[in-house]
């Protein structure tokens, strides 16, 4: 069952494919204002594979550039068990 939590920044990283990199800096700068001022509006998705370290985000790259690029140290995520089928499809969601 997924587990709401508030997580660290620096326990987080977005995966290298599926992120639109193309569009990842693209109005990025607005998106923090806007997390800034209204704060953040949806958790990360988050899930931790066998032997990471670290947890990948499945949904919410720009806004954890956004946030990284606020400062922030804390986020609220949606942690996703790793019994579930997601990998690699957050359109499962």
Not at 11 to 40: A, M
Not at 49 to 55: H, R, S
Not at 74 to 82: D, H, Y
Request: glycine share 8%; hydrophobic share 35%; net charge negative.
């Amino acid at each position: 069952m997924p587990e709401i939590k508030e997580m660290d920044v620096s326990d987080l990283g977005c995966p290298l494919e599926g992120i639109r990199r193309i569009t990842l800096d693209e109005g990025l700068d607005d998106l923090s204002q806007n997390i800034k001022i209204h704060g953040l509006m949806e958790p990360l998705i988050i899930i931790q594979y066998d032997n990471d370290e670290k947890y990948t985000i499945i949904s919410g790259c720009r806004r954890f550039h956004a946030i990284k690029n606020l400062g922030w140290k804390k986020v609220l995520c949606l942690i996703i068990s790793k019994t579930d089928s997601y990998r690699g499809n957050s359109s499962k969601l």
